[in-house]
């Protein structure tokens, strides 16, 4: 799977604000970096990590976040197995101004399949967190 192909199954579940579909492109240990706070889960913390997950969603769900779509816009590989993927998101909103993001993501490739290690959110235009 090309890290194009990776973003667009990534961008669907983001956008379905399905937590089990986006959760599953995951691995661990991760961390995040997210509204300025910094969180880290252990190779043992999946429940945990699973749960931050739906309550970011929800977060987004309770913000009227209908869709969201996004555009990769840099990319640094190293490697054959790892890379740090830029992301710009557009997250439409209902009755409200989209918001206009970008998100770094550290990725590996296991077992031949792209997951994301790592991820920090910037450049957040619009966004209540400023």
């Known amino acids: 799977m090309t890290l194009q192909e990776f973003f667009n199954r990534y961008s669907q579940a983001y956008s379905a604000l399905d937590a089990r579909a986006v959760y599953a492109m995951f691995t661990r240990p991760f961390t995040a970096v997210h509204h300025g706070q910094i969180a880290t889960f252990g190779s043992n913390e999946t429940e945990a990590l699973y749960q931050a997950t739906v309550g970011i969603l929800e977060y987004y769900r309770a913000q009227g976040v209908s869709s969201a779509s996004c555009r990769i816009t840099?990319?640094?590989?190293?490697?054959?197995?790892?890379?740090?993927?830029?992301?710009?998101?557009?997250?439409q909103r209902q009755q409200s101004e989209p918001w206009i993001f970008s998100t770094a993501y550290h990725l590996i490739r296991e077992n031949g399949e792209w997951r994301i290690y790592g991820l920090a959110q910037f450049e957040e235009h619009g966004h209540p967190a400023q």
């Open 74 to 91: 840099d990319v640094l590989p190293f490697g054959s197995e790892l890379a740090t993927v830029k992301v710009r998101w557009t997250a």
